[in-house]
């Protein structure tokens, strides 16, 4: 015991006075989200009430036209994927069972600990230290659009946490795991595909790995079978779930969703659409935050001087050092980085294609479906060229931390999300 003792090295108190304030907002923001669930925003434990019961449609409203609801034969739908709320039904049902609502927020806290917990993995896999690890993993929670996602946790906002959880754990199993399990690499997939198709082509990835390695050892082309048999199964039940709601395997409720009268308009032109990829770039590319004026007659500015624009904003502004990644040659990154770009490109154009913008949101939250991907990206390739964090590196991230909470934490409290 007094071996280990020496061992253990107390952290020194420049590092508990940078860490310690991070620490407490990420625990602060994490219990926000479950004190402040609204019993209108629970959609998917609604949705896994309606399982309970044997049904697929919801057994009362769910909200307004801001919170999407499908109206098909004078039931209410939705087009969301069924996994967040078959993940629920366990904790829905005891609730039930003991006369108590089962909130989202009640099991949302753990998976952002979980996605803080794999993006440290993978940071010490890379040989980060486990400070710049720590510092990575709370770059990513608190400085991204992540920061929304977590602390908000009704309506649509708990399927990204979902799907941000299975995204770094499929990440963490395939690149930290000493023994490539592809059965659960298939499983979580499977798990990504029911949850947003929109992040699925992170199978690609895998897809493009197993062919590499194929090449080199032939013997592993039953793998194949153990991670596409899963996501065949997954893409079957998705049929069958929308069949038996809309009459039709390929139709997932978008057709028949109520919708404010501009996505209506943009809608008509086709739920999946390349003309829909100008406006959808401008807001994940260009769009800035939106000014505080003194007075409508007036350019002068007030403070805050800037706040959240609900209609999306650069993900290069609530994740500045995503910079870095055009900042190095193409032939600088390796084989497997490419392939991972590759599946994050063809889920960005999958979410710019889509007809909606994802209004009433901080940052670009569609983003989340494939931000994962570009982050462990960033993670590997600065890796690969650094010893460690610079101090102008670091600087950044910490300016991306303050960026997005100067931009997200008023617009909290003044509850301008709507949901």
């Not at 926000?32 to 399982?51: G, M, N």
């Not at 753990?110 to 400070?131: E, H, M, V």
């Not at 979902?162 to 754990?169: E, K, P």
Request: glycine share 6%; with cysteine.
């Amino acid at each position: 015991m007094r071996r280990f003792l020496k061992k253990v090295r107390p952290p020194k108190l420049k590092q508990l006075l940078f860490f310690i304030p991070l620490i407490v907002l990420v625990v602060f923001l994490l219990g926000f989200s479950i004190v402040s669930s609204h019993h209108w925003t629970q959609q998917f434990s609604f949705l896994a009430q309606s399982f309970l019961h044997g049904k697929l449609y919801f057994l009362h409203s769910i909200g307004g036209i801001s919170h999407d609801p499908v109206v098909y034969h004078h039931r209410i739908y939705w087009s969301e994927g069924p996994f967040p709320a078959i993940m629920l039904l366990p904790f829905v049902a005891i609730g039930y069972g003991f006369h108590f609502f089962f909130y989202q927020g009640y099991i949302s806290w753990l998976l952002s600990l979980g996605t803080l917990y794999f993006i440290y993995k993978i940071g010490r896999k890379y040989s980060y230290s486990p400070r710049d690890s720590l510092l990575l993993a709370l770059t990513f929670a608190l400085g991204s659009v992540y920061i929304a996602a977590s602390t908000i946790t009704g309506v649509y906002t708990f399927a990204q946490v979902v799907t941000v959880f299975l995204l770094f754990w499929v990440m963490y199993e395939y690149l930290v795991r000493e023994k490539t399990r592809w059965w659960l690499i298939g499983i979580i997939s499977a798990f990504i595909v029911l949850t947003r198709a929109s992040a699925a082509p992170i199978i690609v990835f895998f897809l493009l790995e197993l062919v590499t390695l194929v090449r080199k050892d032939p013997k592993k082309t039953k793998n194949f079978l153990a991670l596409l048999l899963p996501v065949a199964l997954a893409v079957a039940l998705v049929g069958i779930y929308n069949f038996l709601r809309f009459h039709n395997f390929f139709q997932s409720g978008y057709k028949y969703q109520l919708a404010f009268p501009r996505s209506a308009a943009s809608k008509n032109l086709g739920v999946l659409n390349p003309i829909h990829i100008p406006a959808n770039l401008y807001s994940l590319v260009l769009r800035p935050p939106l000014t505080v004026l003194r007075s409508a007659n007036s350019w002068t500015l007030k403070f805050p001087f800037i706040k959240n624009n609900m209609l999306g904003m650069s993900m290069f502004i609530t994740s500045p050092y995503l910079l870095y990644l055009f900042s190095q040659k193409w032939k600088s990154y390796s084989g497997q980085l490419k392939r991972l770009l590759i599946a994050s490109g063809l889920s960005i154009l999958v979410v710019l294609s889509v007809f909606a913008i994802g209004g009433m949101q901080y940052g670009y939250r569609y983003s989340l479906d494939f931000l994962p991907e570009l982050f462990v990206v960033f993670m590997v390739l600065y890796r690969k060229h650094n010893s460690k964090l610079s101090f102008g590196m670091q600087s950044l991230l910490i300016a991306s931390i303050v960026i997005n909470c100067y931009l997200f934490l008023p617009a909290l409290f003044t509850g301008s999300f709507g949901y």
